[in-house]
C-alpha cells in the first residue's frame, strides 16, 4: 500500500475525480496542501488576489462546461469566511465548487489560536457538507463524499476544512485502486410523465418554464426536441437563458419584474398552463404570486423534491433530474406524435411570435452622455452567437438581459440568487479559464466593478482575456431607482471631482487608469457613435495582448430601467420610449412589425 501525506492524498483524488484546474490564495496553515499540488503535478493553479475572488472564479469555471467542478483553496481563518459569499452564491444557483481551507492545528481548533475559527459551523447553512477533518486516515473519504454530493440530487457547494497537523500526517492511500462513488439523481417514472403530458395536451395555451436545472442536466437539447414535438412555447428562465436561441420559433421570451421581455409578459399571462423543468419559482421571475399563477394549472419538475410546493402548490410535482424526465418527455411525445395525439399548437406559438414582433423596447438613442440602451444595441452588433456573458446584479444586467441576445447554453452566466457586487470580473476569469479560446463578454456597472476590481490582475498576470464592458454612470443605479419608492436619492451617488482627472468631470474614479495599473488595456467612449469602433478594437487588444481589456461607456446619470414597481407582472413601467420604427430597435429578434 503507498504511504502518504493526508494532503497528498487529497491532491490525487482531485486529479482522479477530474480536477485540472483550481483557484486559490496560499497561506500558513495550508501549505503543506500547496507543497502536495506542486509535487503531484496535473492541476493548474490560478493564484488570486482576494479569496473570495477565488470562489467566484471556482464559480466561472463550473458554469462554463457541463462536468466542472470548480475548486477554491485558502489558509485558515479569514480565508475560508471570504469565500462564504461565494458558497452562497453557488448554493443559491445549485452550482458545485469545492473549497477547502487550512486549519490551525487540532489541539488548539478552540483555544483562540492565531487565524482559528469554526468555519464548518460558519459555512454550513451555505453548503451541501461543510466539514473540518480530525483524523488524517478520514480525508480520503472525505473528499469522495464530497465529490459524490456535489454532484449528486441538487447539485451545490462543499466545504472541506483541513487543520494544519492532519494534512502532514502519512496515511495509507491507494490512489490507483481509487475510483469515484456512483452519482444518485432521481428519475421519474413513465406513469409520471404520461399524466403531465396529458396535462399539457389538455391545455390550449401552453408554455414550457425553462431553468437552471435543464442547463446543469445537460438536457438542453432534449427539452428543444420536446418543445418542437409538442410545439410548445418556451419561457426560459434567467439562469436557463440559452437553452434554446432567443430567435428560436418556439422561444417566446423571459418573464419577472426585471429581466424580461415585454412579449414574454404578455405571452404568459395568456397561458392557461404552465410545465416548470428545473426552475425556482424565484421571486424576480414570478412577482406576486396570485397573479402568476391566476387562471392557468402548473406540473413541477425538479431533482430536489423538497423544492415542488416551496414557493407554491403546483397541480403535479415530479421529483426528477431535469434529463431522465426529459428523455422520458421526448419518448412518450415521440409515440403520441406517431399515434396522432399530440394537438396542433401552431396557432398559439404564431401568437407569441406576434408579440415578439410587436411589443418592444428602444434600444436606438443618439444622446450624449450615451444611453445604456445604445450600449447593448452595440453589443449585439459586435459580439456573436458564440459570446460567453458574464453579468450579476445591477440595472446593467436587468437592461442587459432585457436587450441583449443569447444563443447557447452556457453562453449567459449570471450569478442568480445571490447577486454579490464584484462577482463579474473573477467570475469572468474562471469563465475564460475553462474555455481560453472564447469569446467572454462581461457586463457591469461601476459599483460593480469597483468591489473586486484588483482581480483584474490576476487576468494579466496569467495571461487570461476577456472584454469587459463597464457601464459608469457614477450612481448605485438599481438602489437609487428602488429608493425612488421612498422619495429618497441617499447614499447612492457616487460622484467626485478626481484631482487626478479633471477631464472626467463628476464621474470619479479613472477606471482607465486603475485598468492600466492593474496590467491591462482600456478604453473609455463618450461617444455612442463611437462603441462599436471601441468593441472591435477590444476585441483586437485582447487578442494581442491576452489580457482583460475593459470598454467604459459613459453614461447619462439617470436613467429607470424597465420593471415593475408593484411587484406584479402584468404591470411593467416602461419609464423610456418604446420602438414605434423599426430604427427604434435594429438589433430586436423580429423586426419591428407596425
Known amino acids: ?15 482522479r475525480e477530474g480536477v485540472t484546474d483550481a483557484f486559490g490564495v496560499p497561506g500558513a496553515a495550508i501549505n503543506p496542501f500547496y507543497a502536495a499540488l506542486k509535487a503531484s503535478g496535473g492541476i493548474a493553479h490560478t493564484l ?13 469555471y463550473t458554469r462554463t462546461h457541463p462536468g466542472n467542478i470548480g475548486v477554491c483553496i485558502g489558509t485558515s481563518g479569514p480565508a475560508g469566511t471570504d469565500m462564504i459569499t461565494g458558497l452562497y452564491s453557488a448554493i443559491g444557483d445549485s452550482i ?45 473519504g472525505v473528499f469522495q463524499q464530497a465529490f459524490h454530493l456535489m454532484r449528486s440530487g441538487r447539485p451545490g457547494p462543499v466545504l472541506i476544512d483541513l487543520p494544519i497537523d492532519v494534512q502532514l500526517t502519512e496515511i495509507e492511500f491507494d490512489p490507483e485502486t481509487y475510483e469515484p462513488l456512483p452519482v444518485y439523481k432521481p428519475a421519474a417514472s413513465r406513469a409520471q410523465v404520461e399524466k403531465a403530458l396529458g396535462m399539457l395536451n389538455a391545455a390550449e395555451r401552453p408554455l414550457i418554464v425553462a431553468g437552471g436545472g435543464v442547463i446543469n442536466a445537460d438536457a438542453c437539447e432534449l427539452l428543444v426536441e420536446f418543445a418542437e414535438l409538442t410545439g410548445t412555447p418556451v419561457v426560459p428562465t434567467l439562469m436557463g437563458w440559452g437553452i434554446l436561441p432567443d430567435d428560436h420559433e418556439l422561444n417566446a421570451g423571459m418573464v419577472g419584474l426585471q429581466t424580461s421581455h415585454r412579449y414574454g409578459n404578455a405571452t404568459f399571462l395568456e397561458s392557461d398552463f404552465v410545465l416548470g423543468i428545473g ?13 402568476y399563477t391566476a387562471g392557468r394549472k402548473f406540473v413541477h419538475v425538479d431533482v430536489e423534491p423538497t423544492q415542488i410546493g416551496k414557493i407554491f402548490a403546483p397541480d403535479y410535482g415530479i421529483a426528477s433530474d431535469a434529463k431522465a424526465a426529459l428523455e422520458l418527455f421526448v419518448e412518450v411525445a415521440r409515440e403520441m406524435k406517431a399515434a396522432g395525439r399530440l394537438p396542433d399548437r401552431s396557432a398559439w406559438a404564431a401568437s407569441a411570435q406576434e408579440r415578439k414582433a410587436t411589443l418592444q423596447r428602444r434600444t436606438h438613442f443618439d444622446d450624449i452622455p450615451i444611453k445604456p440602451q445604445r450600449v447593448y444595441e452595440e453589443m449585439n452588433k459586435a459580439f456573436g452567437p458564440e459570446t460567453r456573458y458574464v453579468s450579476t446584479i445591477g440595472l446593467s444586467q436587468i437592461a442587459g438581459a432585457q436587450m441583449l441576445h443569447v444563443y447557447r447554453p452556457r453562453h449567459w452566466i449570471n450569478c442568480g440568487q445571490a447577486g454579490p457586487l464584484g462577482w463579474t470580473v473573477p467570475a469572468a476569469l474562471g469563465v475564460a479559464k475553462a474555455d481560453p479560446e472564447a469569446s467572454v463578454v462581461a457586463l457591469s456597472g461601476d459599483y460593480d466593478f469597483q468591489f473586486m476590481i484588483e482581480e483584474l490582475a490576476v487576468g494579466a498576470q496569467h495571461r ?3 472584454v469587459h464592458v463597464l457601464v459608469n454612470n457614477s450612481y448605485l443605479g438599481l438602489i437609487r ?4 419608492a421612498f422619495d429618497i436619492d441617499f447614499q447612492v451617488n457616487l460622484e467626485f471631482e478626481n484631482i487626478n482627472a479633471p477631464e472626467l468631470g463628476v464621474y470619479g474614479v479613472d477606471h482607465v487608469k486603475v485598468a492600466e495599473g492593474l496590467g491591462c488595456k482600456a478604453i473609455r467612449v463618450t461617444d455612442p457613435a463611437e462603441l462599436g469602433a471601441a468593441f472591435e478594437q477590444a476585441k483586437k487588444l485582447a487578442a494581442e495582448y491576452r489580457v482583460p481589456v475593459v470598454v467604459e461607456a459613459i453614461l447619462e446619470r439617470v436613467t429607470n430601467i424597465s420593471m415593475s414597481t408593484t411587484n406584479d407582472i402584468g404591470n411593467v413601467v416602461e419609464f423610456e420610449e418604446l420602438a414605434t420604427e423599426p430604427g427604434h430597435a435594429p438589433t430586436s429578434i423580429k423586426t419591428l412589425k407596425v
Open 1 to 15: 500500500m503507498a504511504r502518504m501525506t493526508a494532503a497528498r492524498a487529497a491532491v490525487e483524488i482531485l486529479r
Open 48 to 60: 488570486a488576489r482576494h479569496v473570495e475572488g477565488a470562489s467566484h472564479m471556482a464559480e466561472g
Open 279 to 291: 426552475n425556482r419559482w424565484a421571486n424576480r421571475h414570478t412577482g406576486k404570486l396570485d397573479v
Open 464 to 466: 487570461i482575456p476577456y
Open 481 to 484: 431607482q428602488a429608493q425612488r
Open 96 to 140: 458545485p465548487i469545492l473549497c477547502i481551507t487550512g486549519q490551525a492545528p487540532t489541539a488548539v481548533i478552540h483555544k483562540e489560536d492565531f487565524q482559528a475559527v469554526d468555519i464548518a459551523s460558519i459555512a454550513k447553512p451555505v453548503t451541501k457538507m461543510a466539514v473540518t477533518v480530525l483524523e488524517a486516515a478520514q480525508v480520503p
